[in-house]
Nanobody, 124 residues
Framework: QVQLIESGGGLVQAGGSLRLSCAAS????????MAWFRQPPGKEREFVGG????????SYADSVKGRFTISRDNANNMVSMQMDTLKPEDTAVYYC?????????????????WGPGTQVTVSS
């Protein structure tokens, strides 16, 4: 069973950048469809973006499209998300998630594997 762990969170000023990474043990991430979700303070968890198992198709929430980029690093069994032009409303705990199926879906319940999350705080 794959186990995920996120890293790279922190405090950044608005307009800045962060790069989150999701590392895995017990499984090969290139065989999973991966997604990032986030949970802002006092709000529900929401889909941020994902990359499919098949052909590495990516999809993003409208709120981050053009600012966030998801990529794979198969040599290191990792998936990363580059976050640019960060806004205070991007403040949240960010989670990576994995599923066996080959396409990205936006519903968190369709992902059986989750990391513990990493905090991203964007100051204004």
């Amino acid at each position: 069973q794959v186990q995920l762990i996120e890293s790279g969170g922190g405090l950044v000023q608005a307009g800045g950048s962060l790069r989150l990474s999701c590392a895995a043990s017990g499984g090969t991430l290139s065989r999973y469809t991966m997604a990032w979700f986030r949970q802002p303070p006092g709000k529900e968890r929401e889909f941020v973006g994902g990359i499919s198992w098949s052909r590495d198709f990516t999809s993003y929430a409208d709120s981050v499209k053009g600012r966030f980029t998801i990529s794979r690093d198969n040599a290191n069994n990792m998936v990363s998300m580059q976050m640019d032009t960060l806004k205070p409303e991007d403040t949240a705990v960010y989670y990576c998630a994995a599923r066996w199926e080959s396409w990205v879906v936006v519903t968190s319940s369709n992902y059986p594997y989750w990391g513990p999350g990493t905090q991203v705080t964007v100051s204004s």
